[in-house]
């Protein structure tokens, strides 16, 4: 059974410079979700697509910030021109909802964690 | 607007303490989705439950047990008999259907759980 992966698990960058991000999610989800969590507090949500069309984003997904998940499996986070203020875990989850039209269980991935000096 | 309360900001106990993690919820949602997730030091969210709003049942699985109550919009967490392998941060979340039920979900600042030997 293979669950959410993401790659990297680490970046160290410096400011100014633009990072890519994977997420692979569970084969059989249609949802993908992005959440970042900065330290001490809980995952804030940024974007979630459904299959490749990406349905919502967060106020906290800037300019700087694009999602893509081309043929609804794997999906991508870029921020261009990083701010230290970036730095923080960034999440993904998958979910697949029910025929009875309920709220699937988000499964996450390891997270990959961003440091700009 | 949807809101997670984990008033507990750290807990430490002893090991074969019972413990209660607090977590209340605000919504205006008639149907609602609870869970805990599970943070251990390695950063990777496990989900531990889900609930829906029609089922008030409490639920119990090994060590773990869970008291939903809608009358005081509050889903406690109970440990029994805790051990060290429990340390982790622990966080409510609420899931919220949204405009294109995306069912993203709102999280709690979580509760840091320190098992001492």
């Known amino acids: 059974d293979t669950g959410v992966s993401q790659d990297p698990r680490h970046k160290i960058t410096k400011r100014g410079q633009n990072v890519t991000f994977r997420c692979d999610p569970i084969?059989?989800?249609?949802?993908l979700y992005w959440y970042r969590q900065t330290l001490g507090q809980g995952p804030e949500f940024l974007t979630y697509?459904?299959?490749?069309?990406?349905?919502?984003k967060s106020r906290l997904l800037s300019d700087r910030f694009s999602a893509e998940r081309p043929k609804g499996s794997f999906s991508t986070l870029e921020i261009q021109r990083t701010e230290q203020g970036d730095s923080a875990m960034y999440l993904c989850a998958s979910s697949v909802r029910t025929l009875a039209a309920q709220a699937g269980t988000q499964y996450f991935g390891p997270g990959t964690r961003l440091l700009v000096l | 607007a949807q809101k997670v309360t984990q008033a507990q900001t750290e807990i430490s106990v002893v090991e074969k303490e019972d413990v209660t993690l607090d977590c209340v919820y605000e919504?205006?949602?008639?149907?609602?989705?609870l869970f805990w997730y599970k943070q251990p030091p390695s950063g990777e969210l496990v989900f531990l439950i889900r609930?829906?709003?029609?089922?008030?049942q409490n639920e119990i699985s090994g060590r773990y047990s869970w008291n939903f109550q809608k009358s005081t919009s509050s889903f406690n967490f109970t440990i029994t008999a805790s051990q060290v392998v429990d340390s982790a941060v622990y966080f409510c979340a609420l899931s919220e259907s949204g405009s294109y039920n995306t069912d993203k979900l709102i999280f709690g600042t979580g509760t840091r759980l320190q098992v001492f030997p």
């Open positions: 609930r829906n709003s029609f089922d008030e």
């Open positions: 084969s059989e989800h249609n949802r």
């Open positions: 697509f459904q299959n490749e069309a990406q349905l919502e």
């Open positions: 919504t205006r949602d008639t149907t609602y989705y």
